[in-house]
């Protein structure tokens, strides 16, 4: 039983790591309190706001270290409780009755991996990067240069659009990474393309 039971909360940790690599995170490193070696910070965790998620047969105490968010914290909760309820369907409940769910910023792009442990009560340290992904954007054509942070897309400065024309950036894919700017650019930026495209079907 001691087996099974280890094994599907392995399974839980893959699953959750999974659901959240599809999300936009986090900015800045996070502080070191969070990452201490191989060991769940559970007293840095338990000084944090956190906010419980209910899902079926359980609750998920659920925490953000220090750093800057590109999404609603409403947001991510919502995916993290759509993320528990799938797990609780194909086991037919979740696996344990509460658990310590801590989303820690770290360098580098995507989910960078996550850790559970078990012994001062279930918990999940899940890593998630600041970074944009550019694939998409190098397919395209656009080039990159290395940026105030990390690399970003050639752009413009003044209208956003890149070296490539007709694609246009917008937070963590440029220098204006925090939420106020990425909020501020499309509010800029669109207008711009919709007098270009009004100049183009008027040619």
């Known amino acids: 039983m001691k087996n099974t039971a280890a094994l599907r909360w392995i399974v839980v940790a ?3 790591a999974a659901m959240l690599a599809g999300m936009i995170a986090f900015h800045a490193s996070a502080q070191s309190d969070f990452m201490r070696g191989d060991r769940m910070p559970y007293d840095a965790f338990d000084r944090l706001p956190k ?3 209910d899902v079926p047969s359980a609750v998920i105490h ?3 270290a220090p750093g800057d968010v590109t999404l609603p914290h409403e947001k991510i909760l919502d995916w993290i409780k759509t993320s528990a309820r799938a797990v609780a369907i194909y086991y037919g409940r979740f696996p ?3 658990l310590k769910l801590l989303m820690v910023p770290v360098n580098g792009p995507r989910v960078r991996g996550g850790t559970t442990w078990g012994y001062r ?3 999940i340290r899940v890593l998630i990067g600041s970074d944009a992904d550019l694939t998409m954007l190098k397919k395209l054509g656009v080039r990159t240069a290395p940026g105030k942070l990390t690399e970003v897309p050639v752009y413009n400065p003044e209208t956003f659009e890149t070296d ?3 694609i246009y950036v917008a937070g963590h894919f440029t220098n204006a990474r925090h939420i106020k700017a990425a909020i501020d650019v499309p509010r800029k930026i669109v207008p711009l ?3 270009k495209l009004r100049a183009i079907a008027t040619q």
């Open 164 to 166: 490539v024309p007709g």
């Open 51 to 53: 906010t419980d998620l």
């Open 193 to 195: 393309i919709a007098d």
């Open 121 to 123: 009560g279930a918990a």
């Open 62 to 64: 659920a925490a953000f």
């Open 14 to 16: 893959a699953v959750f």
């Open 96 to 98: 344990v009755g509460s």
